[in-house]
């Protein structure tokens, strides 16, 4: 409790309290600081109860006794040295006092993340790797930021010429089709590299306001808030914008039937959707996916005639029938502890029927008329309550296939929920993203920066080069990059992935395809959409990780391991 923790002061209500708190701390740690205890060894007790920092959390909450303190990252200066003589790299290490007692001394490829963990924002990355593959599964969602470390730098990405970054545009528009060695001798010297670098960096979005954050778009308020928005209260000018876009998504549309464009994505300020052309991700149909859903959005599309289904709902329901099965089985060795079973097992959800006479008892009784029974509203939400409680949630995605995807492009064109009717998107259209250019779209180029820094590995120090990438990773663009950096990097590198979460559903497995699915049929015009190949062969395969996207991601001796 906050209570039991001494000179706690919730919300900073007693300032006297807290600065005399932070002068006996100061006191406290000046001898500290002047002769730091070993790396091994384990730290001293503070003479008084150690207080938890207020700026570490905004919860502002106490933490419990013997719950291990968050680490304070570059607080503290080296031994016999202020904090503003220290190296930068000494500022991104751990001290060595923070480490609990008996923690054996931590691998290579901890430190990359712990360097990483102090360069940003933390990730939490599994324990469990996949087996070492030539290739990585299909990531369809969307991802925000990449950043790439390996033990050689990344000097060839940075400051292209105006040739390159030309050639590199032209090669896009063209889909010029690029194909690197296995190892570069001089990344730094290879024109193709850079230029390829740069075709793989070109993405397509419509609207463009280059004021605006227009990805991610769900939960983006607080960062659009403030800015001009002119069609918030303007409705023809709000009617110019929505006709404009439904221009643009038709434009996709049809690309996309026509295999010319291999996927797309729309952002709403609520839920996102994926359409995919005919020979992705297993399917011989167009798909599209919307995640998350809402009863009220489901309902709506019920009513426009589009057939669509719920396949992670559908998922549960089947795996809780065999379970049941199976439990029925293994209990029935017993004949009493079955019929004990079969009594408690069938007493499931009321059906239909049982809700309609449920108030018979009622009349047996003589008291329905001063009884007030609910209204069919009331029961019909009550029916509707397990499909309720899945809104917003991963589960709640929705399958849209073959034809129905042209009928749900017409819905989402009228759709008036489409678009914010008040807040910072008010009137704002969502975010069509697309690899390939199409009408009213806007090139734009993701941003990325190398960042140079040294970890500790094995009680050494040892250069770190990372490369960043920020900005809406689409799927292609993650497996080309990769493929680039597979080639100028010598087989080896590391990538720390951050996953637009809503859109990590997508890379749940449709089961869709048809038994006898000819792939050389439904994938004879892929080709010509625009994508390299290799690249083009990794999307085509049934989607593998589930509700979970990638987080992490290792090459060595040109071999792919993964996390999720």
Known sequence: AASAVPGYSPGFKKPPAMLRLKRKRLRRSE?????????????????????????SSLDNAPRAAGTPQPRERGRRPPAGGSPSAAPFWQLLEPVCEDKPAGRAEPSERTDILTLTDDLHLPVAVPKVPSSPRRE????????????????????????????????????????????????????KLSTELRCAFQQNLVYWLHPSLPWLQLFPRIGADRKIAGKACPWSQDEALQQVLMSDWSVSFTSLYNLLKAKLCPYFYICTYQFTVLFRAAGLAGSDVITAVISPTTRGLREAMRNEGIEFSLPLVEESRTRKQKNSEVNLETEGANSLQAGNSMEDGEEPAPSDDD????????????????????????IKLRKEKHEVQMDHKPESLALVKGTNTFTLLNFLINCKSLVAVAGPQAGLPPTLLSPVAFRGGTMQTLKARSINAKARVHLAYEDIFSLEIVGPVMPHSLHSLTTLLKSAQGGAFSAVLYTHEPTAVFNTNLDNASPALNKETVCKDLPTCGLHPKTLDQLSQSPALGKSSIRFLEMKDYAYTWKS
């Open 31 to 55: 001898p500290a600081a002047a002769a730091p205890p070993p790396c091994g060894a384990a730290p001293r007790a503070p003479s008084a109860p150690a207080r938890r920092n207020p700026f």
């Open 355 to 378: 809700d309609d006479e449920s108030f018979s008892w009622l009349e047996e009784m003589g008291v329905q008329d001063k009884v007030k029974k609910p209204d069919a509203l009331s």
């Open 136 to 187: 990585f599964p299909a990531d369809w969602s969307i991802k925000t930021r990449l950043l790439f470390m390996s033990s050689q730098p990344f000097t060839w990405a940075e400051h292209l010429k105006a040739q390159e970054e030309a050639q590199g545009f032209a090669q896009h528009c063209r889909a010029t089709e690029t194909n690197l060695p296995q190892s570069i001798q001089e990344p």
